[in-house]
């Protein structure tokens, strides 16, 4: 038998399909699952782990669709 999904997982599912972020239930614009601050959150927390730097014009990689905010704190 097929066990059922968590409690939590389906919570998020509903989320997505309410357009909702899948995280904090907030209303979601340009991503697939996060809402905005939580997805910038990410990020922010994914280049402090990995010491990569935030993208720039002129060099590699695809500008992101939305940009990092001037002060990091401003978000969060
Ligand atoms: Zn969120």
Redesign the pocket.
Known sequence: MKKKPSRQYRWQQKQIALNR?A??G?ERTHYAI??D??HIADRIRQQERSGSRPWQKGKRGRPPIVPLPEKKAALL
């Open positions: 972020c995280r904090c907030a996060l809402c601050a939580c």
